[in-house]
């Protein structure tokens, strides 16, 4: 009797789990087409959590959220870093983590907030995020047009230099008619 009691106990909290879990997989299945992938991302857009994480509104929001999760410590280690080169050392730790948590790859409202503004890449949105936050901690200022500027003119040279290396693998030439 009292494993029946323990077994319908350990059933009912499977049971729950699954309740609570199922919109969290119904969110993270991926989408069958274009069409769904777009009501995906609208209906991510609009939330202020996904999987339970807090996910900042705007630029200021991340900042503010960037205080609260770092440690002094590590809010001084960042300080001490260049700007040139900070982006860089940062993007595979807390780079990562800021465009995971803050669903960069799939939508979140950070993330359309940053392709409204010109950031359309979910890397360059964590490096425009590590670096803003690195202004704001050196008291530099943190002005959204010139660091929008910044990461496109990146996006854009790293564009060129690829062309330049490629290879024309096949020429054609069409006879004007």
């Not at 770092?70 to 990562?96: F, I, N, W, Y």
């Amino acid at each position: 009797m009292k494993l029946l009691v323990v077994l319908s106990a350990f059933l009912s909290s499977i049971c729950m789990m699954q309740a609570q879990s199922a919109p969290a997989a119904a969110e993270s299945g991926p989408p069958s087409d274009e069409k769904a992938f777009e009501r995906q991302y609208q209906e991510r857009i609009k939330k202020d959590r996904l999987y339970g994480i807090y996910i900042p509104k705007n630029l200021d929001d991340a900042l503010l959220q960037l205080d609260k999760l770092l440690s002094p410590q590590k809010q001084a280690e960042l300080m001490m870093m260049h700007e040139d080169s900070v982006c860089r050392q940062l993007h595979q730790t807390l780079g990562k983590r800021i465009i995971d948590n803050w669903g960069f790859y799939n939508g979140s409202r950070l993330s359309h907030y940053l392709r409204s503004a010109g950031v359309t890449y979910p890397d360059d949105m964590g490096d425009f995020i590590i670096m803003a936050y690195h202004r704001k901690l050196n008291g530099k200022p943190v002005v959204l047009k010139e660091l929008v500027t910044h990461f496109r003119e990146k996006r854009r040279l790293e564009f060129e230099a690829r062309k330049r290396k490629g290879k024309v693998i096949k020429e054609e030439k069409k006879n004007k008619e």
